[in-house]
Every structure is written in C-alpha cells, then in structure tokens.
C-alpha cells in the first residue's frame, strides 16, 4: 500500500514496473465511486472540528505474484523520495479461539444475565429499543457467513464482496446480536436491523479498509460497525493484532468515527497456534507505540476496542486475549451459547448450535449487541443518538460496568457494560447535565 498522488507514483517508479513485472497496481478502494469517498471525507471534515481526512484516492496496493519477494518491492518502495508510505499488510482472520473453556462443560447464555455475571440483555428487552427495534442499523464485517430464516433482519443485498470463508463464525457472531427467539436461545437485540459486507471484495481479494469504505458509505451518524477480523504486523509474524494497526485500516475507521458512526472492533487473540494474549502497549510500529495511551506516539481512531474474560466471576482475561491501555471493554471470551458450529466447522449444515464460541470474536460480538441496545433505547425514549466518543465513555466506564477482576490498570480488559446501569443511571444522568451534546440530526 502506498500513499501518494497517482501522477507521482506511477511517473517515478516506472523502474519499479520494469525491475519487477507481474506485479498488479491498482487503487486501494476499489468498491465506492471516488466522487462518494470525497463527498464522505468532506462531511467529516465539515462535522468534526479538527479531523482532517488523508487523500483516501491516493491510496494504492500492489500484488506481488508468488514468485517475488515482497519485502523486495517495499524495500524498493522506500527508497523513493515520492512515496510517503508503504507496508505489507498480512492477511486478516477471524478473532476466535479453539481453547477458551471446555466446549461441553458450563456452554450458556449466561452474558444475557444481570451483572455481575453479564451485560443483562434481559433488563432492557422490556424499555421500547431495548431489543433492537427502530432505525438503528449495525453492519458486521467479516469474510463470511452462513445465512438462514434466522437472520431475517439481516439485508443480505447489503453484501458486497464474495461471502467466502468461516462462514460458522459468521454465522455465531449475528446470532450473538439478532438471534431470534427460539425456546432455546435468542439475540442481545433480535429486532435490530443489520447488513453484512465482506472482507473479500469482489476483485477476489482481501482488503479490509476496502470493507470498512464501503460499510460507512451504507451507514449514518449513530449506526455500528462490528470488525470481526485481527491481523498480523507482518506476513512472518506469528501475533495477531487488532486491524487498525494498517495504516489505511486505521483512517477509514477514523472517518467512519468522525462521521458518528460507532465501531467496534475486536482485540485479537494472541497469534498462530493459539499463543498467549498480546499486551497491546507494547506493540511497536516503526519504532513507536501506537496502542499505548500513556505513550506520545498514541494514535486514536476513536474505535472501541474490545477484550475477552472469562464466563465465571470475577471474569479474569482469559488466556489468549489480546489486552492494554487501549482497550475499553470486555465481555465473555469463552463458554458462549449461540447458534452456528464455530470454531467448527460443520461445512453446509445450517441449523447447528455452538457451545464454546469464544475468543475477542464472541466478546466483541456481545460488545456490539450492547451499542446497538443502548442506541436504540437512547432514539426510542430521548430521540437522540450518541456520538461515538460519548458510547465508548458509557460502555467502558467501571461506574456503568462490571470491573475485571483486579481491575484494569492491572488486568488491562477494560470493564464490561452492565445495561440497566447505562439506562437507568447514564443515560439520565447525561440527560439532566447536558453533559452530552444531544443529536437527533442524522448524517445524509
């Protein structure tokens, strides 16, 4: 990926072409119409005081056919005195886990219950929004899905891209969210009304800033993105990370941010063979580190970054979640009860249950269940949504939550949100104080 204009990078670095042929050039985003990426960049600008959008079209990938050495070609990219920036963005998997808990023993739907033990889903289900229902939209981004009569509130024609892979996972994150009831298990918010866009755009290939583009370009002010996806820093690296440690990963989510839309996104577990968590303060990119609050090299993309705990309390971080000053909040990372076979795979069938879905993807899908309830409930009874900033504050503060166990300047897991908590006590509080700019306008 390299960030210039085109006439800049394509006249100086014919040598590039010439040194390396079969390499494929194109545009980053490749999924929105230029003319839309300026009209979104321009709003954003326009409607958040100080954020100033990079050249989003001067944003390049390069394909390296399997016979060149990638590092190669970046190495040859640096060296040129036109090209602002350049890196190997590594492939992106799911953010699940194989051995959080014991896939027979304690599977539930304990995280519906009242905290400590859970978000308690089960308080809100009875205030109007509180499962979901009105205009409050919420798009996960993922590399595939298993899709049946159970997720009818979700717009399959909002998929773009190819519905490719993990589709188990898929699957047992939208159920997590808009399950519908069923005797046996149901969603945090089943009436809520979701999309779901792929990471494999429809060129065939991975491209996750790709995704998140075309996820903003569907959403308005106070809507959700869930990114159900963790990456590598480099393509020999055995750790995963949260994806917006990709630059161009990092200002779309950014200007999704700025545009009031809330993201969510997983931690990441650990790395390759389901190694312990990584401490995200000490990740380090080009000698700085930029996860690390207490560090001036800190970089905000205003994402809500989230954790896994453990299903009994007090929830302890559980093995291999990823953890650090930068994450906000944590939910259940192990024993989760939902539809789907994740992390097995039961290839075509479709009306299977997963007892141990776990991992940031099950704690991250939870997170998104709790935003999508309290911006419901927030428009349905005071008729306006949260900025992105104010929902990160109510959802990660241990006023509203359940602290982990030995809280987070210790166990770095953020807090799990307690919803009758926000509802009844944040959510008034903020009202009678003002201390929250109130926004019914929503972004056309």
């Known amino acids: 990926m390299c960030d210039h204009s085109s006439e800049e990078f394509f006249s100086p670095l014919r040598h590039l072409f010439e040194t390396f042929p079969g390499i494929r050039t194109s545009t980053l985003f490749t999924s929105i119409d230029p003319s839309e990426i300026i009209r979104l960049a321009n709003?954003?600008?326009?409607?958040?005081?100080?954020?100033?959008?990079?050249?989003?079209?001067?944003?390049?990938?390069?394909?390296?056919?399997?016979?060149?050495?990638?590092?190669?070609?970046?190495?040859?990219?640096?060296?040129?005195?036109?090209?602002?920036?350049?890196?190997?963005?590594?492939?992106?998997?799911?953010?699940?886990?194989?051995?959080?808990?014991?896939?027979?023993s304690g599977a539930s739907q304990g995280y519906l219950n009242a905290a400590p033990e859970g978000i308690d889903s089960n308080y809100v289900r009875n205030i109007a929004g509180g499962e979901g229902e009105g205009n409050v939209m919420f798009i996960d981004i993922e590399q595939g899905w298993k899709l049946n009569d159970e997720n009818k509130n979700i717009r399959a024609n909002s998929l773009t891209g190819v519905n490719n892979a993990f589709k188990d996972h898929g699957a047992a994150v939208l159920r997590v969210i808009q399950m519908q009831?069923?005797?046996?298990?149901?969603?945090?918010?089943?009436?809520?009304?979701?999309?779901?866009?792929?990471?494999?755009?429809?060129?065939?290939?991975?491209?996750?800033?790709?995704?998140?583009?075309?996820?903003?370009?569907?959403?308005?002010?106070?809507?959700?993105i869930l990114l159900e996806a963790q990456v590598r820093d480099s393509p020999s690296s055995?750790?995963?990370?949260?994806?917006?440690?990709?630059?161009?990963?990092?200002?779309?989510?950014?200007?999704?941010?700025?545009?009031?839309?809330?993201?969510?996104?997983?931690?990441?577990n650990g790395g390759l063979y389901f190694s312990m968590g990584n401490d995200l303060d000490r990740f380090t990119l080009n000698g700085k580190k930029i996860l690390n609050r207490f560090r001036p090299d800190f970089k905000d993309s205003g994402a809500i970054i989230v954790a896994a705990a453990s299903s009994n309390v007090p929830h302890t971080k559980i093995y291999n979640s990823n953890y650090g000053s930068r994450i906000d909040c944590y939910a259940w990372g192990e024993k989760v009860a939902t539809t789907g076979s994740s992390p097995i795979s039961l290839g075509k069938e479709v009306n299977t249950y997963s007892k141990n879905f776990c991992g940031t993807s099950s704690a991250s899908a939870i997170i998104t269940g709790c935003a999508i309830a309290v911006q419901s409930v927030s428009e349905?009874?005071?008729?306006?949504?949260?900025?992105?900033?104010?929902?990160?504050?109510?959802?990660?503060?241990?006023?509203?939550?359940?602290?982990?166990?030995?809280?987070?300047?210790?166990?770095?897991?953020?807090?799990?949100?307690?919803?009758?908590?926000i509802i009844d006590n944040a959510l008034n509080e903020y009202i009678q104080t003002d201390t929250f700019r109130k926004r019914a306008d929503i972004i056309e």
């Open 43 to 104: 709003i954003a600008r326009n409607s958040r005081t100080g954020y100033l959008p990079p050249n989003f079209l001067a944003y390049y990938s390069i394909d390296c056919p399997a016979e060149i050495n990638a590092e190669t070609v970046l190495q040859n990219l640096l060296t040129n005195e036109n090209v602002e920036l350049a890196y190997i963005e590594s492939d992106s998997t799911p953010p699940q886990s194989t051995n959080a808990g014991n896939e027979h």
């Open 181 to 224: 009831e069923n005797g046996k298990y149901r969603g945090i918010t089943p009436k809520v009304k979701g999309g779901i866009i792929s990471l494999w755009r429809p060129d065939g290939f991975l491209n996750n800033a790709d995704a998140i583009m075309t996820a903003v370009s569907q959403l308005k002010f106070g809507d959700i």
């Open 238 to 268: 055995k750790e995963f990370w949260p994806v917006e440690i990709h630059e161009a990963t990092f200002q779309v989510i950014r200007l999704g941010n700025a545009l009031g839309i809330t993201v969510v996104e997983a931690a990441g």
């Open 380 to 421: 349905a009874n005071h008729n306006f949504r949260f900025t992105p900033g104010q929902m990160r504050d109510v959802l990660s503060m241990d006023i509203y939550g359940t602290p982990s166990a030995n809280g987070h300047s210790k166990d770095k897991i953020g807090a799990m949100p307690d919803l009758k908590r």
